[in-house]
Nanobody, 122 residues
Framework: QVQLVESGGGLVQAGGSLRLSCAAS????????MGWFRQTPGKEREFIAT????????DYADSVKGRFTISRDNAKGTVYLEMNSLKTEDTAVYYC???????????????WGQGTQVIVSS
């Protein structure tokens, strides 16, 4: 079992930056691939980024590529999402997730955090 807690969300102006964190506890964090997803009301939860256990491999949705960066610190049991050049359409609840391998598919992730709200104002 892995418990995930996101933090770092908030209100930011368009063009600004935020860094989300996801702290993991429970089973060995470094064995899991991690992902970030986001969801807005009435829409499916969508893939944002994923990173493998070592941090050596990452993948991004086209909508955030070049603006967002996923990273991890296995010693701290934490995964990060650095978000730059934020747009109003990035407004959503952001979730981190842990799974056995990196994937864009929600179904591949076994454990989810409770989410953190990001609001980007114009």
């Amino acid at each position: 079992q892995v418990q995930l807690v996101e933090s770092g969300g908030g209100l930011v102006q368009a063009g600004g930056s935020l860094r989300l964190s996801c702290a993991a506890s429970g089973r060995i964090f470094s064995t899991y691939a991690m992902g970030w997803f986001r969801q807005t009301p009435g829409k499916e939860r969508e893939f944002i980024a994923t990173i493998n256990w070592s941090g050596g491999s990452t993948d991004y949705a086209d909508s955030v590529k070049g603006r967002f960066t996923i990273s991890r610190d296995n010693a701290k049991g934490t995964v990060y999402l650095e978000m730059n050049s934020l747009k109003t359409e990035d407004t959503a609840v952001y979730y981190c997730a842990a799974g056995n391998s990196p994937s864009r598919r929600k179904a591949w992730y076994n454990f989810w955090g409770q989410g953190t709200q990001v609001i980007v104002s114009s």
